[in-house]
């Protein structure tokens, strides 16, 4: 015998004598001492299941069950607010499945796992269940009524669970469409005779599925044409069933080879369809869930590898390309669309984790195909908002910490080939100290812009100034100077950005920390402007080669009807006249 109390636990548990010498009050008079140290029982129903355990409800609308052996448990809780002082409940366990009539509410839910089956309303709170082996039965005061699952028809067989899934999406489909505010079920859709296309694709859908058995003859013209058209859809719908099948019962040793097959089917899938936000959560938690199964699917889809110029090659159609850079995704804020990242960062992501080398020219790559899917500037397209580099660098930044991220920022910023970007990568090459790198790109994209050869020109001479790591890439960068940039300006840099010197020394024999510029250094580049014609020397090169400086005054003319004054000339002391 085990003594329990629910607030308690078990109490006390002791064997107990043949049935014949049994006494029951007695054995309870024993126990008499325990019962008042004990809370009073705060139990709205009870009742038994069919293997002898015990329910009991709490007004508070908690069910816990209690074990012969003294084990108890907390089994389901409907809430603080599901049961008000004075409704009826009723309580009722059969085969695993928990029933419980509450509040003019039926909940069915799973004894072994404490899961809410089903919900349905009743008509009335007046409810008693009955006894049967078979079936849920309920009696109310207009009769006697079956429980029957959701998915089941009455009479056993059970509805194809891909034909409810054409229907619910068809309801979407149509609610989107519908003007009407009033929310569409399936049971109007089905039985309101008006959508037909659903109901011939489930039925078509359910009869391609089962390939055993040949799908009847008669079938009418239309649903025929579209048998026939979905026939490698079917045959793909059930390779993946049979790939399903495969994951669930594979030994453990062959699991990832085959989740890396369904995760690349599921992936090609999703690129043929519209992401829409269903779709691009369901991405991102294969994302998450198979960083590597999702990796090697995003190789095999686009055909992602790199040629023998070191430069990444793909060969994906432009209908995939619009989705990988665009959707209606890539146009939210740069977060995502409700905490879901769009397939570009999910890629890049990817990209940053395994081959972070591949990186930059990823985003190379999908700016070359960027401009050619939409025209220049438009707001369709992944650069009418937030450029694709931008993007990129996003990934890093939450996804901070990990090495080598300083050198993935710069070659990102330099493959955008924005003038703004590639000042930005210039100047934390300058901070690094990494002066091959800082000519490199300056010989690269000085030629392409006059505006940023003058802005990195100006950069690298005010590092001139200050110290002499750059003196043995003088000659590189003397040439990287603007035709436009007077000697003037040049000497202008320099003194703007010469060292402090040395509190307490009187100017001008301060000494300067370090070893200072000399003019012997920038001699060269001088000598350089001076051979080498301005801009605006070239300008006016024809004037300045003209004979008569400045040109003589053509004859004037006099016009009819005016009469001229008098005018009266001074002459200079070189003419002979009085000053």
């Given at each position: 015998m085990a003594l329990v109390a629910p607030a308690r636990g078990l109490l006390r548990s002791h064997p107990l004598p043949p049935a014949g010498e049994l006494d029951f009050k007695k054995l309870v008079a024993g126990c008499a001492g325990l019962l008042p140290a004990l809370d009073p029982l705060d139990i709205h129903t009870c009742a038994l299941s069919d293997s002898g355990d015990l329910l009991l409800l709490s007004p508070r609308g908690a069910v816990d069950l209690l074990q012969?052996?003294?084990?108890?448990?907390?089994?389901?809780?409907?809430?603080?607010?599901?049961?008000?002082?004075?409704?009826?409940?009723?309580?009722?366990?059969?085969?695993?499945?928990?029933?419980?009539?509450?509040?003019?509410?039926?909940?069915?839910?799973?004894?072994?796992?404490?899961?809410?089956?089903?919900?349905?309303?009743?008509?009335?709170?007046?409810?008693?269940?009955?006894?049967?082996?078979?079936?849920?039965?309920?009696?109310?005061?207009?009769?006697?009524?079956?429980?029957?699952?959701?998915?089941?028809?009455?009479?056993?067989?059970?509805?194809?669970?891909?034909?409810?899934?054409?229907?619910?999406?068809?309801?979407?489909?149509?609610?989107?469409?519908?003007?009407?505010?009033?929310?569409l079920t399936v049971e109007k859709l089905r039985k309101g005779g008006m959508f037909q296309a659903p109901i011939a694709l489930a039925a078509i859908l359910h009869r391609g599925l089962r390939p055993q058995h040949k799908p009847p003859h008669g079938l009418p013209g239309p649903h025929a044409k579209l048998l026939s058209a979905l026939s490698l859809e079917l045959q793909s719908y059930r390779s993946l069933e049979v790939l399903k099948a495969c994951v669930v019962g594979a030994p453990e040793g062959e699991v990832d080879s085959y989740c890396e097959e369904l995760v690349e089917q599921e992936l090609a899938r999703l690129l043929h369809s519209e992401l829409d936000p269903d779709n691009l959560a369901y991405l991102n938690t294969i994302f998450r869930s198979f960083p590597r199964a999702a990796w090697k699917a995003v190789r095999a889809s686009l055909q992602l590898r790199q040629g023998t110029d070191g430069l990444l090659v793909a060969r994906a159609t432009p209908d995939i390309w619009k989705k990988v850079l665009g959707g209606p995704a890539a146009r939210e804020v740069e977060g995502g669309c409700n905490g879901a990242l769009p397939l570009f960062e999910l890629i890049c992501g990817s990209l940053h984790r395994y081959k972070p080398t591949w990186l930059p020219r990823f985003v190379a790559l999908t700016q070359q195909y960027a401009g050619t899917a939409w025209p220049y500037g438009s707001q369709d397209g992944p650069e009418g908002r937030v450029p694709l580099y931008k993007r990129a660098l996003a990934v890093l930044t939450r996804r901070a910490g990990a090495a080598g991220d300083e050198d993935l920022e710069i070659d990102l910023l330099l493959c955008s080939a924005r003038p703004k970007a590639v000042l930005q990568a210039v100047r934390l090459l300058v901070r690094l100290r990494h002066w091959p790198r800082v000519l490199e790109a300056a010989r690269r994209f000085c030629p392409r812009s006059p505006l940023l050869n003058k802005e990195i020109f100006a950069t690298l001479?005010?590092?001139?100034?200050?110290?002499?790591?750059?003196?043995?890439?003088?000659?590189?960068?003397?040439?990287?100077?603007?035709?436009?940039?007077?000697?003037?300006?040049?000497?202008?840099?320099v003194l703007q950005h010469l060292p402090s010197p040395v509190a307490g020394e009187p100017a001008p024999f301060a000494a300067a920390p370090g070893t200072p510029l000399t003019v012997g250094l920038l001699k060269p580049l001088l000598q350089r402007m001076a051979q080498c014609p301005r801009a605006q020397d070239e300008l006016y090169a024809d004037a300045l080669q003209s004979p008569g400086i400045p040109p003589p005054t053509p004859p004037r003319e006099r016009r009819a009807g005016v009469e001229l004054a008098p005018r009266t000339a001074t002459l200079g002391p070189d003419q002979g006249g009085t000053v």
């Open positions: 012969p052996n003294g084990a108890q448990r907390r089994v389901f809780d409907f809430g603080g607010s599901a049961l008000a002082p004075g409704d009826p409940a009723q309580l009722h366990a059969r085969s695993g499945t928990l029933a419980c009539a509450l509040a003019g509410l039926l909940y069915l839910v799973d004894l072994g796992s404490g899961r809410l089956l089903d919900k349905m309303v009743l008509s009335t709170k007046e409810v008693h269940f009955l006894e049967d082996e078979e079936e849920l039965q309920l009696l109310m005061p207009t009769g006697i009524y079956s429980y029957v699952p959701r998915g089941v028809e009455p009479g056993g067989r059970p509805e194809p669970p891909l034909s409810e899934l054409v229907f619910q999406e068809a309801c979407k489909y149509y609610q989107r469409r519908s003007l009407s505010s009033a929310p001479l005010a590092e001139v100034a200050q110290h002499r790591e750059l003196d043995p890439h003088l000659g590189t960068l003397w040439e990287l100077c603007p035709p436009d940039l007077a000697a003037t300006d040049i000497l202008a840099i």
